[in-house]
Nanobody, 120 residues
Framework: QVQLVESGGGLVQPGGSLRLSCAAS????????MGWYRQAPGNQRDLVAT???????NYANSVKGRFTISRDNAKNTVYLQMNSLKPEDTAVYYC??????????????WGQGTQVTVSS
């Protein structure tokens, strides 16, 4: 089993910054994909940013230049630095982690979600 613990959400004014963290724990052998998604009320869950084990990143057009995804492989943790936040960034943010367990099975897990609210 793999557990994901997210932290860092909250209320911030437009133009402000937040940093989200997602730590994975359990019988993990390797992680090859980590990503952040978000879901606003009434909307589907959309990709925000992803990062591979080799460090290749991908961003939604709406966050390019404002958000930065990074990972600490030693800590099995992925981060999302969010700058210049806009009201339209308001959503529940979920991390997603995919990899392989020590017993050999592949896994894919979602975090519990953390609320980000951008409002004055």
């Amino acid at each position: 089993q793999v557990q994901l613990v997210e932290s860092g959400g909250g209320l911030v004014q437009p133009g402000g910054s937040l940093r989200l963290s997602c730590a994975a724990s359990g019988s993990i052998d390797s992680i090859y994909f980590m990503g952040w998604y978000r879901q606003a009320p009434g909307n589907q869950r959309d990709l925000v940013a992803t990062i591979t084990s080799g460090g290749t990143t991908n961003y939604a057009n709406s966050v390019k230049g404002r958000f930065t995804i990074s990972r600490d492989n030693a800590k099995n943790t992925v981060y999302l630095q969010m700058n210049s936040l806009k009201p339209e960034d308001t959503a529940v943010y979920y991390c997603n982690v995919r990899g392989r367990l020590r017993r050999g099975d592949e896994f894919g897990s979602w975090g519990q979600g953390t609320q980000v609210t951008v409002s004055s």
